[in-house]
């Protein structure tokens, strides 16, 4: 497993342990798995044991417990300042999400890796590209991701990155099953739209929307009602998003002669 690891280190992230939580993880779990092939479909219920998805889809953070996987820890996100775009500054030597998601794919990919670790990895990758959906994945390093952001969310202590991985979706009160259900409901068209552009062009996607989650924390600092109107239907645009891609990422790692990958993870 380790040989496939671009870069080795023992570090404790910057970011609080939270992201999407259970629910929206879930959710993107659910949704994808309306999405991939008959086929790569079969292939993943052999190398999960049967487990769906959804099920599997929040065991990066459930092993964050144990110190023995703490190297993966800077794998849950990429930090960007300002208006920089990836590689305008040097990559985190302890890696980062779009360094995570492309080691799962290569590690998947690969003939000689063992199916034990194809599992392991499979797991990481669906939830890492979950991750990169959360806009504050893609936060400010001097604040860890809006996690030193202090906010009120309807009157309780909360923080912004808090707001957007849980706080909103736990206040809305679905089950993953019920959101997956009522926001998996796009066109064609628009599927096609969402699976443009290359990894990287994913992660400045989010970062985009973390500016202006930023820029609208500014204004207020007590979060309620008004905040859930306006940025709710963002969530749940970047949960659909989030699973539709997540297909798109799992038919092609499982597809052979597939050349879509090698385009997908290039870093420019």
């Known amino acids: 497993m380790i040989k496939y690891i671009l870069i080795l280190f023992i570090s404790v992230s910057v ?66 300042e300002g208006d920089k775009k990836y590689r305008d500054e040097d990559i985190n030597p302890e890696g980062d999400i779009i360094q995570g998601i492309k080691t799962c794919i290569l590690a998947i990919r690969d003939k000689k890796t063992s199916e034990k670790d194809k599992s392991f990895y499979l797991r990481m990758l669906v939830h890492f590209v979950g991750d990169l959906h959360m806009p504050l994945h893609a936060g400010n390093k001097h604040d860890k991701g809006g996690n030193d952001v202090k906010v009120k969310w309807f009157g309780d202590k909360s923080n912004l990155h808090r707001v957007w991985d849980s706080d909103m979706i736990d206040h809305y009160q679905m089950s993953y099953t019920e959101l997956a259900k009522n926001i998996d409901i796009i066109s064609k068209d628009k599927i096609a739209e ?7 062009d994913w992660a400045h ?20 009602y008004k905040y859930m109107y306006h940025n709710f239907p963002i969530v749940k645009n970047q949960l659909e998003k989030g699973g539709v891609r997540l297909a798109l990422v799992l038919n092609e790692v499982f597809k052979e002669d597939s050349t879509w990958v090698a385009s997908f993870l290039e870093n420019k």
Not at 45 to 54: C, V, Y
Not at 194 to 200: D, P
Not at 209 to 214: M, P, T
């Open 15 to 80: 970011y609080a342990k939270n992201d999407w939580g259970k629910t929206g993880h879930r959710t993107i779990g659910e949704i994808a798995s309306k999405h991939i092939s008959k086929k790569v479909s079969k292939e993943i219920k052999k190398l999960l044991k049967g487990e769906s998805l959804a099920y599997v889809s929040i065991y990066a953070d459930e092993i964050r417990s144990n110190p023995k996987y703490d190297s993966f820890a800077p794998w849950h996100y990429v930090n960007f």
């Open 194 to 200: 969402f699976n443009q552009g290359t990894l990287v």
């Open 205 to 224: 996607e989010s970062r985009a929307l973390a500016v202006k989650v930023y820029k609208d924390a500014e204004k207020e600092e007590y979060l309620g």
